[in-house]
């Protein structure tokens, strides 16, 4: 269990250091406190599990150089550290400028004590409403399974009595839903699509075969429904075992893409492809869809016309499709993704192909290649649905073989100037450059894409040329511009003050 940030500054229980927050300010409202520690270590971060208000006196901090006191902020951000509040009463100075940029750029609440501030006292305070919270919670929740088993003794297997309680219980939407997205059953009043949704899979026999879910409105307490959805799983997996049992054949189809997704391979990857009606040397290729808010999608019946063996699986907020190909060829793999692209086509999903895998052996890097082509199509702000790994070859290449810091070092290398000049300007120079070269350094059909005026494209591309140093073409820098352009789309980082 935690506390806002916000409820703990309203309580007043900092008031006697008068608290000023002058870094993260918006991230208080949202910022949640599960535990207050106060240390004067420096080297706390590795100590420290995340979600703490770290409260400290400051002397050391302040002693300390601005790129270390960068580094201390840096090193509790990425613990996951809450918040940080340093007491600078008594030292005749702020908080430096360096260390309040920091924690702005690290999205890290900063609190100034102006005043001394009792940290043992503060520390207890809000450490008791802590545990308080923990301990309503799981009273709530041992109430709430006594009721199921009760109701389950009374009520035989069905899901919606279950269901119903649940729902009264906490004044929230209940429902299960298969592993395809498939509504089991449901109860409680309805909520907006923007609610919340918190979710626990269902085993049966060890194999996850639904998902419950627990939809809250504004005013719902998550933690709390987090603890009680720990708790009550098994109650309501102990019900649909007894009530719906999938076939042995939907068990193995959806162990094997769970398996596939986990990285999993061997003899168990052989023998549920086999027990799945699925050729283990088959060539075939994976997709990902990002599901609806609601967990309603159509996705799967609409692919299984397009291609019968097709084998969909819902897992947390995707849906993990297997797609088997008649042959490992180019031709094969346009057809499975028109029929991925047909399938999602006005549902307002968005979703990415994998490359071929040659055998369901190769199955577990398609799948991580369609994850990340999914996220680097997103990132680019393609205009495509269904992104194609193909058409990200070279981020993906780059992703998985150079380290960050040489693809930095490449982009800007190569377009570091244009892109600032980009920036400042909030022009289009960078675009231009990709369409002309994606075209092949045709004018005409770059006009056409971009809706300019030959004379407008011209125009850009003498300041391009500009910048660069001259008209790449001909002086074998086509090709560096090429892979740097589509490292942008990738997500490449520029230094803000590059080195002369």
């Not at 599990?49 to 902020?73: D, F, I």
């Not at 692209?341 to 577990?364: D, F, H, I, N, Y």
């Not at 120079?429 to 004379?455: H, M, P």
Request: charged letters at 20%.
């Amino acid at each position: 269990m935690s506390l806002l940030l916000s409820e703990i500054l309203a309580s007043g229980v900092l008031t006697a250091g008068a608290p000023q927050v002058v870094a993260g300010e918006r991230a208080v409202d949202t910022t949640r406190v599960r535990w207050v520690h106060s240390s004067e270590v420096l080297e706390i971060a590795p100590l420290l599990s995340g979600g703490e208000l770290l409260l400290t006196g400051g002397v050391a901090l302040l002693a300390l150089k601005p790129a270390a006191q960068v580094e201390y902020v840096w090193s509790l951000a990425s613990r996951g550290v809450a918040a940080l509040a340093v007491e600078t009463a008594g030292s005749g100075r702020h908080l430096p400028a360096e260390l309040v940029a920091a924690a702005e750029e690290a999205g890290l609440p900063l609190l100034e004590l102006r005043q001394v501030v009792p940290f043992v006292e503060v520390a207890e305070e809000v450490n008791r409403r802590v545990v308080s919270a923990q301990v309503a919670a799981l009273r709530i929740a041992d109430q709430l399974s006594q009721a199921l088993t009760e109701r389950l003794a009374s009520s035989g297997t069905a899901l919606e009595p279950l269901l119903a309680v649940i729902a009264e219980t906490l004044g929230v939407h209940v429902r299960v839903l298969d592993t395809r997205g498939g509504l089991l059953g449901q109860a409680g009043p309805e909520q907006p699509p923007e609610a919340r949704s918190l979710g626990a899979e269902l085993a049966v026999s060890g194999i996850g075969v639904a998902q419950l879910e627990l939809v809250g409105g504004d005013d719902a307490d998550v933690e709390t429904l987090e603890t009680v959805l720990a708790r009550v799983r098994s109650i309501v997996a102990l019900a649909l075992a007894r009530h719906s049992r999938p076939s042995l054949t939907r068990l193995a189809e959806d162990e094997l893409v769970r398996l596939i997704g986990a990285g999993g391979g061997g003899e168990r990857l052989l023998e549920l492809s086999q027990a799945g009606g699925v050729d283990p040397e088959q060539p075939l290729v994976m997709a990902v869809v990002r599901r609806p808010a609601d967990g309603h999608v159509d996705t799967e019946q609409r692919t299984r016309r397009a291609l019968p063996s097709t084998l969909v699986v819902a897992h947390g907020e995707w849906l993990e499709i297997l797609m088997p190909l008649r042959a490992a060829t180019q031709a094969e793999r346009a057809r499975a993704l028109i029929a991925l692209r047909t399938a999602v086509a006005g549902t307002g999903l968005t979703g990415a192909l994998g490359p071929t895998a040659a055998t369901v052996r190769q199955a577990s890097f398609s799948l991580a290649e369609a994850r990340t082509t999914w996220r680097l199509g997103r990132s680019s702000k393609g205009t495509d649905a269904v992104y194609d790994a193909s058409d990200f070859l070279v981020e993906r290449m780059a992703e998985r073989s150079l380290s960050r810091g040489v693809v930095d070092a490449l982009v800007e290398e190569a377009l570091g100037e244009l892109v600032r000049l980009d920036q400042r300007s909030g022009g289009e120079l960078v675009r231009t450059l990709d369409v002309w070269i994606s075209t092949g350094c045709n004018a005409t059909e770059s006009a056409q894409i971009l809706f300019l005026e030959r004379q407008s494209l011209h125009k850009r591309l003498r300041r391009i040329f500009q910048v660069l140093g001259g008209d790449p073409r001909g002086r074998g820098q086509l090709a560096a511009l090429a892979l740097a352009l589509r490292l942008v789309r990738g997500g490449a980082q520029l230094r803000d003050d590059p080195r002369p």
